[in-house]
Nanobody, 126 residues
Framework: QVQLVESGGGLVQPGGTLRLSCATSGFFFNYYDIGWFREAPYNGRDPISCISANRGGTNYADDTEGRFTISRDNAKKTVYLQIDSLKPEDTAVYYC???????????????????WGQGTQVTVSS
């Protein structure tokens, strides 16, 4: 059974840093692209970044402003998303998702992903 479990969210002050984790099970992790997305109230599910299977090529949304860093630990079957210089507009539920890698750079679009976690809430407020 495929499972993705996000963690690491919470309440943080503007300017702070968070590292979100996406722990996975039920599939051969090394062969899968993993993406991070977020959904703010009244918005759709927006792409942030993804990391490709095997060699781990990364792909970031244009509006990430260099504040987001995605990484993967194949031994732990976990993908991380570090967010620096947090802003109130980063407040959202953050989701990770998985799809079988196709040997090309991972896609950022949510419709490309087959398996989803339940999300972790990030709230940026003073």
């Amino acid at each position: 059974q495929v499972q993705l479990v996000e963690s690491g969210g919470g309440l943080v002050q503007p300017g702070g840093t968070l590292r979100l984790s996406c722990a996975t099970s039920g599939f051969f992790f090394n062969y899968y692209d993993i993406g991070w997305f977020r959904e703010a109230p009244y918005n759709g599910r927006d792409p942030i970044s993804c990391i490709s299977a095997n060699r781990g090529g990364t792909n970031y949304a244009d509006d990430t402003e260099g504040r987001f860093t995605i990484s993967r630990d194949n031994a732990k079957k976990t993908v991380y998303l570090q967010i620096d210089s947090l802003k109130p507009e980063d407040t959202a539920v953050y989701y990770c998702a998985a799809r079988r890698g196709l040997g090309s750079l991972c896609p950022r679009f949510s419709r490309s992903y087959d398996y989803w976690g339940q999300g972790t809430q990030v709230t940026v407020s003073s």
